[in-house]
C-alpha cells in the first residue's frame, strides 16, 4: 500500500458535480503539484478552494476537502476534489494525477484499505490472506456500486431467473401432488437454461470492456528503422507532457510510457525492430518484440508514406496480427499515393502532428469503442469476475450436457445452484434460505 | 416417585424419545394428559412426504418406532419424485389414524423400563439451575434427573373459529395452563405460533363420481429398514383431487374479515408451507383454483380430511365454503376447520444435543422447539431421547451433522437460525441431499446410533451384511467385462441401447444413463442381492460425479467444523465486528467457525474479523 490510488468517485457523466479521490502517502505531494497553492501544511479536514493547473493551464475551478491520516475512511491522507461534473474535466483531471504518479485505483480499494490499514500489523499473512478474501467478497457489491451499480443489476438480474427456475424446480420436488403448479419439464428447463446462458455469454463478451478500464490499453508500435517510428513515439509521449515516468512493466513488455486517453490509460510498448538478422543479441530482441506484439492489444506498424511499400514492410505486416493492427502512414507530407495497398485501418500524418496524433488517438477509440465505456462502466472488470461468470455459465453447459445424458433434475439441480453461487460471489451474496423464500413466494403450496 | 427421566407428551416426539430412553436401560416416564390420546394425528392423515418420508427412514436407522409403525398401520403408499432422481425419492403413507396409535402404543408397551402416566404437567422442580422432576396439575411432585418437553401444542393453547376464541388444546383436549409461563421465568423467550387444520367431511355425503382419484403406488415399499412389506398391494384406498372454484374465492373475499386471521383475532405467527385457504386466495389473488385433496382418516370411521382448506372463518361461512367445491355440494361436515395457537421457545436457547442452554438436564422436542410436522417432532424426540439418557450416562452426546442427516440439519437450522414460522423440512433446506438418499438412511446412520447403544446388535449385524453384499457386488460387477457378442448386440439394439465399443466392466457401463441394473442382470446372474442392495451399487456408480462432488463439498465444511471456537470467548471484546453480529454471535455461542457463518446475520466479513480475533488472542493452535 505504498502508492497512492486515485479514482473517480461519483458516476461518470451525471451530476453538476464530481468527485475525484486520492488516497496514499504521496496524496498531499501530488495535489500541491497539481493545485494552485501547495497544500501540505494546511489544516485536516478543512475545504480549500483553487484550481486544478496544468502546465500552467487552468483545468477547473474545484474545492478540495483535504483529511489527513490517520482519522480518514483509508486511515491515509485523502483529498477529495470536487470538480465540474462532465466526463472530460473529470477525465482530464484524472489524467494529470496518473502523469503525477497516482495509480487508478481498482474497484473497491478504498474500502479495502480502509480495512486493512491499522490491523495488518497484528496479523499473520494467512489471516491476512483470508481476511482479504473474505473482504473482496462481502464488499464486491459495495465496490460494484461505486462503478454505477449496473453490473450488479445485470447479474441480479440473471440471477433472479435462475432463482425463480429453481424454485419451481424445488416447489415441484418438495410439493408433488401439487400438478397445477408449473412442471419443469427437460425441454422447458433446456430453453430456461439456453436463455440464461446467452445472458452470461453477452456479460462475458462485454469483459473486454471492463479489462480496458482496468488495465489500460497496451499498444506496441513497430516499423522497419526509420520510418519515424521513435518521433511518432516521442510525440506521443511529450504530447502535454503525457510521460509519467518510465515503468518497467510487470510483463515482459518495457512500456516506454504511459498516456491517458479519455481516463483511459494507453501503455506504449516499445518493440525492437522485427527484420530478418544474424546478429544473436539482435534476434534476441526480434524474439522479444514478437511476443510484445502478440500480448498487445494494438499494433501500431509504421510506414513511410514517401516511398513504395517494400518488401521488408511486407514481412513486418505479415508479422502483425491484422485483426489489431492500425497502420499509420507517416510522411503524408510527401505521400506518393493515397492508395498505399494494404486493407487495413489507416491514420495518414507527417511525424504525427497535430492533425495526425488527433486521427491517432481517433482511430484508437474507435478500435476499443472507448467512448461507449465511458457512458456505461458497467462492465466485468477483474479477471476473478470474469472466471466466475464463466465458471457459472461452465455449470450451465454441464446441467444442459447431462440433460441429454439424462441425468435426473435432483442432481442437476446442483449445477444450476453452482452457477447461482458463482454469480453470487461476484456481487457478494450467497444462497441460503433465498431459494425457500422464493418457493412460498412464488407457488401456493400447504394443506 | 423417581424416575430417570420423565417425558412430558406422547405424541409423535414423546413416544420416541421415552422408547428410546427406556430402550438404552433408562427408568422412564411417559406423562400424558390423556392416555387414551397417545401418538395422536391430530391433523393430516398421512405420514412421510417429501424430506419427511426420509426422516422416517433415518429415525428407523436411529432405533426409532415411527416407520415400523406407519409400515404397519397404512392404507396407501407412494413413493415421491420417483422419476425426479434418487436423492429426492421419498415415501409418503395415507396413515389410519385409528390404527397407527394403537401400533405404537403396542410398542411403548412391550418396551422395558417405560412407564405409562396420565398427568398434566403445569410446573418444573428445579434446583441449582437444574430438573429435578415435574409437579402435575394436582400438586403431585414427580421426580427424576432428566426431563424432556415434547408439549407439542398444548402450551397455553387457544383455538380460533372466527370471533370465538377457546383455551383449549387440539380437538377440544385440555390445554396446559401454566407450564409455559413457567418456562418464562426460569428464562425462556416464549413464543406465540400458530398452526391450523381443515374440516372433515361425512364420506358418504360425497360425490366421489365427481372427483378425479388418487392411487397408491404398485409397487412395494417399507418404511423401516427391518421388516418387508406388511401390506396387499391391492387393497389400497384411494384419495381425491379437489378444486375451490370462483365461486369459492367470491365467498372467502366476502367473508374475509370473519375470520380470525384477517378479523385481527389471532397473535401467532402461521408457517409459510401450511396457509389457510383465506390466505392463499388473498396472497395468489390471480389463481383461478387452488388444488384440494380429500384423504380418509381411518377405514375404521367414515371421516375424510379435505387437505388444503384449513381456515378460521366460523362455521356458517365454513358451510358456504366447502358446499361451493363440487362433490362436496351436499357434504356433512362432521368436524369444522380451526386454527390454534400455542406457545413455544426460542430454539436458539437449545444446545445441539437438544438440552436447554437455561436449565440443566432439560430436554425440548418437536413443536416446542418451533417446527410443525410428525416426523419433524418425532425425530427430535428421538434425539432428545438418547441425548438425555447420554447425559446421564456421563457420555458425549449424538450430534449429527448437516452432512449426516436432515434431522441434523433441522436441529442445525433450529439451534443457529431460530424460527420465525414453524419450522418444516424440505429437501432444498439441505445442501447436502444428495448424500442425504432415502436408500442410504442406515448406511449412514445406524452404525452412529450403534456407537451410543441406540440401536440393537441385530440391526447392527444387519446393517454390516448389506454393506458387505454391496461390497462383494461392487467388486463382481467391477471383474466381470461385456463381452459384445452378436448377441449382445441385438438385444441392445432391440432395447434401444448404444452398442459400446469395447468390452467394458460393468461399473463402467453402469456410469451410461441407458444401462440400468435392470438391463445389466439380462447378462450377469445378481440373484444373489436384495433390491436394496443393487440399488445402492447403482446410485453409487450412476451419479458418481455428483456424489464425488458432494462429498468434496462435506469435507470443504467438515474442515470448517473443526475450527473450533473457544468456550470463554467475549464478543464484546471483538470491537471490529458490527453489533448484530457481536450479539447473535453471543447468545447463540456457536462451537466451531462453520456453526458461526450459519447463523442469520453473521455476515462473510464478521467471519473474517471473528477469524483475526482468534488468531490474535488465542494463537495459532486454538484455530
Redesign the interface.
Known amino acids: 500500500m505504498e502508492d497512492t490510488i486515485c479514482a473517480i468517485s461519483t458516476s461518470l457523466g451525471v451530476g453538476a458535480i464530481s468527485i475525484v479521490r486520492i488516497s496514499g502517502p504521496d496524496t498531499l505531494k501530488i495535489i500541491s503539484e497539481i493545485f494552485s497553492s501547495d497544500i501540505k501544511n494546511v489544516q485536516s479536514h478543512t475545504i480549500k478552494y483553487g484550481h486544478i493547473v496544468d502546465n500552467g493551464e487552468v483545468i477547473d475551478e474545484v474545492l478540495l476537502m483535504i483529511m489527513k491520516a490517520p482519522k480518514t475512511y483509508t486511515k491515509e491522507d485523502i483529498v477529495e476534489i470536487n470538480c465540474h461534473g462532465g466526463i472530460n474535466t473529470t477525465n482530464k483531471i484524472l489524467e494529470v494525477l496518473l502523469r503525477h504518479g497516482c495509480r487508478l485505483a481498482e474497484p473497491g480499494e478504498f474500502t479495502k484499505r480502509a480495512y486493512l490499514n491499522g490491523r495488518i500489523n497484528l496479523l499473520e499473512a494467512e489471516a491476512v490472506g483470508e481476511l482479504i478474501k473474505a473482504k473482496s467478497d462481502s464488499k464486491r457489491k459495495l465496490s460494484l456500486n461505486q462503478l454505477g451499480g449496473n453490473l450488479t443489476k445485470k447479474i441480479n438480474n440473471i440471477r433472479d431467473t435462475l432463482l425463480g427456475l429453481m424454485a419451481n424446480i424445488e416447489v415441484n420436488i418438495d410439493y408433488p401432488e401439487y400438478t397445477d403448479n408449473l412442471i419443469i419439464t427437460e425441454d422447458l428447463l433446456r430453453k430456461r437454461l439456453g436463455e440464461i446462458s446467452q445472458n452470461l455469454k453477452e456479460l462475458v463478451n462485454g469483459a473486454k470492456f471492463g479489462k480496458i478500464v482496468n488495465n489500460g490499453i497496451n499498444v506496441a508500435i513497430v516499423g522497419k528503422p526509420n520510418v519515424g517510428k521513435s518521433s511518432i513515439l516521442n510525440h506521443l509521449l511529450d504530447e502535454k507532457k503525457a510521460i509519467v515516468t518510465d515503468i518497467a512493466g510487470t510483463t515482459r513488455d518495457i512500456i516506454e510510457g504511459t498516456m491517458s486517453l479519455n481516463g483511459i490509460e494507453v501503455n506504449l510498448i516499445d518493440t525492437a525492430g522485427i527484420h530478418e538478422t544474424d546478429d544473436l543479441v539482435e534476434s534476441l530482441g526480434v524474439q522479444k518484440s514478437l511476443e510484445s506484439i502478440q500480448n498487445a492489444d494494438v499494433v501500431l506498424l509504421v510506414i513511410d508514406g514517401s516511398k513504395k511499400i517494400d518488401a521488408e514492410d511486407k514481412d513486418i505486416l505479415s508479422k502483425v496480427p491484422k485483426d489489431k493492427t492500425i497502420i499509420i502512414v507517416n510522411k503524408s507530407d510527401k505521400l506518393i499515393s493515397q492508395d498505399i495497398g494494404i486493407d487495413l485501418p489507416l491514420v495518414y500524418g507527417n511525424t504525427m502532428d497535430l492533425n495526425g496524433l488527433e486521427g491517432l488517438k481517433n482511430k484508437l477509440i474507435e478500435f476499443f469503442d472507448i467512448n461507449r465505456i465511458n457512458k456505461d462502466l458497467t462492465y466485468l472488470s477483474s479477471a476473478r469476475q470474469i472466471d466466475l461468470v464463466n465458471k457459472a455459465n461452465e455449470a450451465l453447459e454441464e446441467a444442459l450436457n447431462n440433460l441429454d445424458r439424462k441425468i435426473p433434475i435432483d442432481m442437476i439441480e446442483n449445477n444450476l445452484k453452482s452457477c447461482f453461487d458463482y454469480l453470487g460471489q461476484i456481487i457478494g451474496d450467497t444462497y441460503d434460505e433465498a431459494v425457500i423464500d422464493r418457493l412460498f413466494q412464488d407457488f401456493c403450496v400447504g394443506k | 416417585m423417581k424416575y430417570d427421566i420423565i417425558v412430558v407428551g406422547a405424541g409423535h416426539a414423546g413416544c420416541e424419545a421415552s422408547h428410546i430412553a427406556a430402550f438404552k436401560g433408562h427408568k422412564t416416564l411417559l406423562l400424558t394428559s390423556n392416555i387414551n390420546n397417545l401418538a395422536d394425528m391430530p391433523?393430516?392423515p398421512s405420514i412421510g412426504g417429501?424430506?419427511k418420508g426420509i426422516i422416517v427412514r433415518e429415525i428407523d436407522a436411529l432405533g426409532g418406532l415411527m416407520g415400523k409403525a406407519a409400515d404397519r398401520s397404512h392404507f396407501q403408499i407412494k413413493m415421491?419424485?420417483n422419476?425426479?432422481?434418487?436423492?429426492?425419492r421419498s415415501l409418503r403413507a395415507q396413515v389410519d389414524k385409528k390404527v397407527y396409535p394403537k401400533v405404537m402404543r403396542k410398542y411403548l408397551d412391550e418396551t422395558a423400563n417405560l412407564e405409562i402416566k396420565e398427568g398434566m404437567a403445569e410446573d418444573l422442580i428445579i434446583e441449582d439451575n437444574k430438573v429435578k422432576g415435574v409437579i402435575l396439575e394436582d400438586g403431585t411432585k414427580i421426580y427424576s434427573d432428566a426431563v424432556i418437553l415434547t408439549t407439542g401444542t398444548y402450551l397455553n393453547a387457544n383455538i380460533l373459529v372466527g370471533s370465538e376464541n377457546t383455551p383449549s388444546g387440539p380437538h377440544g383436549e385440555k390445554r396446559s395452563n401454566t407450564l409455559s409461563l413457567k418456562l418464562k421465568d426460569l428464562g425462556f423467550n416464549i413464543k406465540r405460533l400458530k398452526t391450523g387444520t381443515?374440516q372433515r367431511i361425512k364420506a358418504d355425503s360425497i360425490d366421489f363420481s365427481k372427483l378425479k382419484p388418487?392411487l397408491g403406488d404398485d409397487e412395494y415399499w417399507t418404511f423401516s429398514f427391518d421388516n418387508g412389506p406388511l401390506y396387499d398391494i391391492n387393497k389400497q384406498q384411494k384419495c381425491f383431487l379437489v378444486y375451490t372454484n370462483e365461486k369459492t374465492h367470491q365467498i372467502i373475499r366476502d367473508n374475509l374479515k370473519k375470520s380470525a386471521m384477517y378479523g385481527g383475532y389471532a397473535t401467532g405467527v402461521g408457517?409459510?408451507?401450511?396457509?389457510s385457504i383465506e390466505d392463499?386466495i388473498v396472497?395468489?389473488a390471480d389463481?383461478e383454483?387452488?388444488?384440494l385433496?380429500l384423504e380418509p382418516e381411518s377405514i375404521y370411521y367414515d371421516e375424510w380430511y379435505l387437505?388444503?382448506f384449513?381456515t378460521s372463518m366460523p362455521r356458517d361461512i365454513q358451510e358456504q365454503m366447502v358446499h361451493s367445491l363440487v362433490g362436496l355440494e351436499h357434504a356433512i361436515i362432521e368436524k369444522y376447520a380451526y386454527a390454534i395457537e400455542y406457545d413455544a421457545i426460542d430454539p436458539m436457547q437449545i444446545n445441539f444435543s437438544l438440552e436447554s442452554k437455561v436449565i440443566e438436564n432439560l430436554f425440548t422436542a418437536g413443536q416446542i422447539n418451533g417446527t410443525s410436522g410428525y416426523e419433524e417432532a418425532a425425530g427430535q424426540g428421538l434425539i432428545a431421547g438418547i441425548n438425555a439418557a447420554l447425559k446421564l450416562e456421563n457420555k458425549e452426546p449424538l450430534i449429527l451433522k448437516r452432512s449426516d442427516a436432515y434431522i441434523g440439519v433441522l436441529i442445525d437450522d433450529l439451534v443457529l437460525k431460530g424460527i420465525t414460522d414453524p419450522y418444516r423440512m424440505?429437501?432444498?433446506?439441505a445442501e447436502f441431499?444428495?448424500l442425504l438418499r432415502h436408500d442410504n438412511a442406515d448406511i449412514r446412520l445406524t452404525a452412529l446410533a450403534y456407537d451410543k447403544n441406540a440401536v440393537s446388535e441385530e440391526k447392527y449385524r444387519a446393517l454390516q451384511t448389506k454393506l458387505s453384499n454391496i461390497e462383494s457386488l461392487k467388486a463382481l460387477l467391477k471383474e466381470n467385462h461385456l463381452k459384445i457378442t452378436d448377441d449382445v448386440k441385438k438385444f441392445l439394439e432391440k432395447e434401444n441401447i448404444a452398442v459400446p465399443n469395447g468390452n467394458f466392466n460393468y461399473t463402467i457401463l453402469l456410469k451410461r444413463?441407458?444401462f440400468t441394473m435392470k438391463i445389466i442382470e439380462n447378462f450377469i446372474d445378481l440373484s444373489a442381492f436384495t433390491e436394496d442392495v443393487k440399488n445402492q451399487v447403482e446410485i453409487e456408480y450412476k451419479?458418481e460425479g455428483?456424489i464425488q462432488?458432494?462429498i468434496k463439498e462435506k469435507n470443504k465444511l467438515e474442515k470448517m467444523e473443526e475450527k473450533k471456537i473457544p468456550e470463554d470467548i467475549d464478543y464484546n471484546d471483538i470491537k471490529?465486528m458490527a453489533s448484530e453480529a457481536r450479539q447473535k454471535l453471543g447468545n447463540v455461542r456457536p462451537h466451531t467457525i462453520a456453526q458461526a457463518s450459519r447463523i442469520s446475520g453473521v455476515?462473510?466479513?464478521d467471519?473474517?474479523?471473528l477469524?483475526?480475533y482468534l488468531?490474535?488472542e488465542y494463537g495459532?493452535n486454538e484455530c
Open positions: 391433523c393430516n417429501s424430506a415421491l419424485n422419476s425426479k432422481g434418487p436423492a429426492v381443515p388418487e408457517p409459510r408451507y401450511c396457509p392463499k396472497r395468489f389463481k383454483r387452488h388444488q385433496f387437505q388444503g384449513s424440505l429437501t432444498s433446506r441431499r444428495l444413463p441407458e451419479y455428483y462432488n458432494a471490529n455476515n462473510p466479513t467471519i473474517s474479523i477469524l483475526i488468531k490474535k495459532k
